[in-house]
């Protein structure tokens, strides 16, 4: 089997390249904030491995606000 590959390389003007930085930036912040939303969410509903009981622990719904 014959693949044929072609490799382009860009040339974005210095308007191009400030548009495509702040979609990066964009894109990071969006990451980072649900990541930190995700990471608090986890928090507010984890206790100590020795201290958890499902048959004694109120267990929060995932839907519940912490």
């Keep these: 089997m ?3 590959i072609y ?3 860009l040339k974005p ?3 191009q390249v400030a548009t495509f930085a702040e979609w990066l930036e964009q894109c990071r ?3 980072n904030y649900a990541l930190c939303e995700r990471k ?3 928090n507010s509903r984890k206790s ?3 201290a958890c009981s499902i048959k004694y622990e109120y ?3 995932a839907d519940a606000p912490a």
């Design 40 to 42: 608090d969410w986890a």
């Design 2 to 4: 014959f693949n044929l």
């Design 7 to 9: 490799e382009f390389k």
């Design 48 to 50: 100590p491995l020795n």
């Design 13 to 15: 003007t210095t308007a």
């Design 29 to 31: 912040r969006v990451y």
């Design 59 to 61: 267990i929060i719904p």
